[in-house]
């Protein structure tokens, strides 16, 4: 490890790996840091297939989609330490002083610039209120997957699931087919959390059953979980008195979200989008302080692997050409039927000829019009059969043949039946 880098990228999942590729590319020195023992992030644990679909048009599982990124960043010069974590971030004259730990002890290096690509977590039962003992038997949907599919441990015989998110949609399968019995999948939403593709092929195919308006209320037993209470919700998620039901069952597994990690933003200062939960970002993905830049789930919870990766090297090739100049930005705003845009903003003397853009709408749209105005002038329209929350759009603009000042109005409005 050397004592200074243009550009250090903390967090080695899918995001951190291509941006260090394409940083490393981009001709800067580069320094990998990730706390786990290997690069891959979540990857390693995801051995189920549909990773890829965009990028590769192949379906690779988690690993085999990690390892071709993995591939082209050993192809390049730049320094990868795991089993560090970093705790400490400060700005000083020459740069960002970065502190980290490993079985070595606590080391620095001073970085140009730092490239956030630190993940999400899981929300807990803590976080959801669910009342009763601490019995074992509840975990994170992550969890459990990571017992299962990484240390070869089944967490339970006779489970149920609460949330009906991606990584909770995947782990009733794979329980099923690991021999436990998954008795259903519990969402408080009257609509699923998840992707399409992953309620057809990981409930309907194995005949889970999808309770909607429903949670997990209270949890039974003393050293081991025995039971969960299980209640229907009103229209504002509250348990409705009288529709309590008992299940029988040694495991809850929890897949209620994920909440970008941002501690080390926050400590140098940085703007969090209470929307996103990750940092307020430029077109180059640099957040509100000079040369950290954020990426991957970090930034937002990304529904595809693809994506994550596309914002890494986003990340990585503006790190890379990072000067520090003044920026001067505008807005991307949205009517209310979008919840969140990234980039939330444009710097007008950026790199305006390849802007993407990833948004969310706020519930089920059907026969959707986006369209996307500069200064009351139409730039762009899309139409979509639906949009749903579950599913994160992406729209590419070219501003390079706009005038865009600084009293510009960006707007993006999502028009559709509300379902
Ligand atoms: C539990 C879980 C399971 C998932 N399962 C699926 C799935 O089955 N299918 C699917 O399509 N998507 C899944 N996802 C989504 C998946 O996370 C993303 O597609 C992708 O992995 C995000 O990449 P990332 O690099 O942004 O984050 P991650 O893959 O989470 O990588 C972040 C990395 O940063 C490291 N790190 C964090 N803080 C520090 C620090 N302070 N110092 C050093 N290193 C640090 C972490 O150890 C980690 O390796 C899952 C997500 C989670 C959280």
Same mark, same amino acid.
């Given at each position: 490890?050397?004592?200074?880098? +243009?550009?250090?990228?903390?967090?080695?999942?899918?995001?951190?790996?291509?941006?260090?590729?394409?940083?490393?590319?981009?001709?800067?020195?580069?320094?990998?840091?990730?706390?786990?023992?290997?690069?891959?992030?979540?990857?390693?644990?995801?051995?189920?297939?549909?990773?890829?679909?965009?990028?590769?048009?192949?379906?690779?599982?988690?690993?085999?989609?990690?390892?071709?990124?993995?591939?082209?960043?050993?192809?390049?010069?730049?320094? @990868?330490?795991?089993?560090?974590?970093?705790?400490?971030?400060?700005?000083?004259?020459?740069?960002?002083?970065?502190?980290?730990?490993?079985?070595?002890?606590?080391?620095?290096?001073?970085?140009?610039?730092?490239?956030?690509?630190?993940?999400?977590?899981?929300?807990?039962?803590?976080?959801?209120?669910?009342?009763?003992?601490?019995?074992?038997?509840?975990?994170?949907?992550?969890?459990?997957?990571?017992?299962?599919?990484?240390?070869?441990?089944?967490?339970?015989?006779?489970?149920?699931? /609460?949330?009906?998110?991606?990584?909770?949609?995947?782990?009733?399968?794979?329980?099923?087919?690991?021999?436990?019995?998954?008795?259903?999948?519990?969402?408080?939403?009257?609509? !699923?959390?998840?992707?399409?593709?992953?309620?057809?092929?990981?409930?309907?195919?194995?005949?889970?059953?999808?309770?909607?308006?429903?949670?997990?209320?209270?949890?039974?037993?003393?050293?081991?979980?025995?039971?969960?209470?299980?209640?229907?919700?009103?229209?504002?998620?509250? !348990?409705?008195?009288?529709?309590?039901?008992?299940?029988?069952?040694?495991? /809850?597994?929890?897949?209620?979200? *994920?909440?970008?990690?941002?501690?080390?933003?926050?400590?140098?200062?940085?703007?969090?989008?209470?929307?996103?939960?990750?940092?307020?970002?430029?077109?180059?993905?640099?957040?509100?302080? +000079?040369?950290?830049?954020?990426?991957?789930?970090?930034?937002?919870?990304?529904? /595809?692997?693809?994506?994550?990766?596309?914002?890494?090297?986003?990340?990585?090739?503006?790190?890379?050409?990072?000067?520090?100049?003044?920026?001067?930005?505008?807005?991307?705003?949205?009517?209310?039927?979008?919840?969140?845009?990234?980039?939330?903003?444009?710097?007008?003397?950026?790199?305006?000829?390849?802007?993407?853009?990833?948004?969310?709408?706020?519930?089920?749209?059907?026969?959707?019009?986006?369209?996307?105005? *500069?200064?009351?002038?139409?730039?762009?329209?899309?139409?979509?059969?639906?949009?749903?929350?579950?599913?994160?759009?992406?729209?590419?603009?070219?501003?390079?043949?706009?005038?865009?000042?600084?009293?510009?109005? *960006? @707007?993006?409005?999502?028009?559709?039946?509300?379902?």
């Amino acid at each position: 490890m050397k004592n200074y880098y +243009d550009v250090t990228v903390i967090g080695g999942g899918p995001a951190g790996i291509a941006a260090a590729a394409e940083a490393a590319r981009n001709h800067a020195s580069v320094l990998v840091i990730e706390r786990e023992a290997r690069l891959g992030g979540i990857l390693k644990q995801c051995i189920h297939d549909g990773f890829g679909l965009v990028r590769f048009k192949e379906k690779l599982s988690g690993p085999e989609y990690a390892e071709r990124f993995i591939d082209l960043l050993n192809e390049t010069d730049a320094d @990868i330490t795991v089993l560090t974590f970093v705790t400490k971030i400060v700005k000083t004259s020459g740069g960002y002083r970065i502190t980290m730990v490993s079985r070595d002890g606590v080391a620095s290096v001073v970085s140009k610039t730092i490239i956030l690509a630190t993940g999400c977590r899981e929300r807990t039962a803590k976080q959801v209120f669910i009342h009763g003992t601490r019995p074992a038997g509840v975990f994170t949907a992550g969890t459990a997957q990571n017992f299962t599919n990484l240390l070869g441990q089944l967490p339970c015989r006779k489970c149920v699931i /609460l949330g009906s998110g991606d990584i909770g949609l995947i782990m009733a399968r794979r329980l099923t087919l690991e021999g436990a019995q998954v008795i259903g999948v519990y969402e408080a939403k009257s609509t !699923p959390s998840g992707l399409t593709r992953n309620i057809h092929q990981c409930l309907h195919d194995y005949n889970i059953p999808l309770y909607l308006s429903k949670t997990v209320t209270r949890v039974f037993g003393e050293d081991r979980l025995t039971a969960v209470e299980i209640s229907s919700v009103d229209k504002s998620m509250k !348990p409705v008195k009288g529709t309590e039901e008992i299940i029988e069952c040694d495991g /809850l597994i929890l897949s209620v979200g *994920l909440i970008p990690e941002n501690e080390l933003a926050e400590t140098l200062g940085v703007k969090i989008d209470p929307k996103t939960k990750g940092p307020v970002c430029d077109q180059s993905l640099m957040t509100s302080a +000079d040369g950290i830049f954020s990426c991957g789930n970090a930034l937002h919870v990304n529904d /595809l692997v693809d994506y994550v990766s596309e914002s890494g090297e986003t990340a990585g090739k503006a790190a890379a050409e990072f000067n520090a100049s003044a920026r001067e930005c505008i807005d991307a705003e949205t009517n209310s039927n979008i919840s969140y845009i990234v980039p939330q903003k444009i710097d007008l003397k950026g790199d305006l000829s390849k802007v993407v853009f990833y948004f969310r709408s706020r519930d089920i749209l059907k026969n959707c019009k986006l369209s996307i105005t *500069l200064d009351g002038g139409v730039v762009k329209e899309k139409k979509y059969m639906f949009l749903r929350p579950p599913e994160m759009e992406r729209i590419v603009l070219d501003f390079s043949k706009y005038n865009l000042h600084k009293n510009s109005r *960006l @707007i993006f409005n999502a028009e559709g039946e509300k379902i």
